[in-house]
């Protein structure tokens, strides 16, 4: 049974948790196929909110198998935490699996993260100082220790005392930073290990077999496309394969286990740290949409920098995953403006510039068309059909520019505050 991949369009911040939590209803396996607890996917039924970072966002339902794919990054200590989160309100964890392959965030990671941003000063990248890059470094220099290490605590003690010697010459000679001591950090992760052995397994064939045997499979992305580290806006991207050909990779399967590629993009966009941002509002109306969106990252806090739907790097986005079908949410954040912008052309240098490219520039800015607004409330609204007409046009313009259709809109946080566009194609692809 072709598998169905959720990716974000966008900068990331697309709601891909909630729709994947919708999607995983019907799914017999979410999986995580790339990226670390650099993510942060919110969750929010009824009166409770979920924020997960590792854990595949099928986990709040119990007959969903959750497994961490190999090529994602895993920091033990957060995933540790992270589970006994969701066991303390009564969420069963027990379906939760982590592949052998994965790599495995150590604290010199996390060390090399935050003495590299230093170093570069106001050149820095702004990374979430979790070790993600480092990791990835190090999984790439074939140096890197994966979860099956865990299993063998005398290959892992070796591994481990190799990287420290390594690494505390970088820390000592080039950081000027204290040394970190191998035992110290080895007594820590044997006791990670100990919890976490008996959900290390062998996915690539878990997953193989999974599909042969016609389950649902739902792919879940960490991060988005613009966000990439080949087709994002280098060298502000995350150290990963974000697209949906980062499911190939990241989980060892062919890409005829896939079909059908649904996109997330938000009503606007928004964007975490460095980095250039062509439709960027620096006024109260950035500010209205940051409260009202509630535009700070679930991982680190941080302010959000908020802007207008950036159409030319959702074409872009949508070319490079191959998306069948398009998800918009937080519609509802744009309630009360008199008037929308969507951006069609961007401006740099003097020059106008119709396509998303390559080298995008920090003073590339971004050419308008204007849509009047709706300015009436749209979260309580269920069915396609009662959206103001204003609002319907929006989304029609989205589609013909994109030569996609719009499957669902997404009009509150709430698990239930959806509109499916199109029932019967929706139904078909996931039930």
Known sequence: MPSNVIVGLQWGDEGKGKITDLLAKNSDYVIRYQGGNNSGHSIHTKNRHFILHLVPSGVIYSSVKCIVGPGVVIDPKSLIQEIQNLESIGIDTSKVFLSKRAHITMPYHRFLDRYQEEFLGDKLIGTTHKGIGPTYEDKISRIGIRALDLLNLEVFYKKLKYNIDLKNQIFTKIFKKKPLFVQEIYEEYIEYAKILSHR???????????????????????????????????????????????????????????????????????????????????????????????????????????????????????????????????????????????????????????????????????????????????????????????????????????????????????????????????FKIFT
């Not at 045997?213 to 080949?230: H, M, T, Y």
């Open 200 to 426: 290390i397994i062998d996915a690539v064939y878990e997953i193989h077999n999974a599909f042969h045997n016609q389950k649902k499979i739902l792919f879940e992305g960490a991060q988005a496309l613009l966000l990439d580290i080949d087709y994002g806006t280098y060298p502000y991207v995350t150290t990963s394969s974000t697209s949906t050909g980062g499911v190939c990779i990241g989980c060892g399967i062919p890409p005829n286990f896939l079909k059908n590629f649904i996109g997330i993009t938000k009503a606007y966009c928004t964007r975490v740290g460095f980095g250039p941002f062509p439709t960027e509002i620096e006024n109260e109306i950035g500010d209205m949409i940051r409260k009202k969106g509630n535009e700070y990252g679930a991982t680190t806090k941080r302010s959000r920098r908020c802007g207008w739907l950036d159409l030319l790097a959702l074409k872009y986005s949508c070319m490079i995953n191959g998306i069948n079908y398009l998800i918009i949410t937080k519609l509802d954040v744009l309630n009360e403006l008199e008037t929308i912008k969507m951006c069609i052309k961007y401006k740099c240098d003097d020059k106008i510039i119709q396509y998303f490219p390559a080298n995008l520039k920090k003073n590339t800015k971004g050419i308008y068309i204007d849509f009047p607004g709706w300015k009436e409330d749209i979260s309580h609204i269920h069915e396609y059909e009662d959206l103001p007409n204003n609002c319907k046009k929006y989304i029609k313009f989205i589609e013909n520019y994109l030569n996609l259709e719009v499957l669902l809109v997404s009009v509150g946080s709430e698990r239930n505050q959806n509109i499916i566009k199109n029932k019967s194609l929706f």
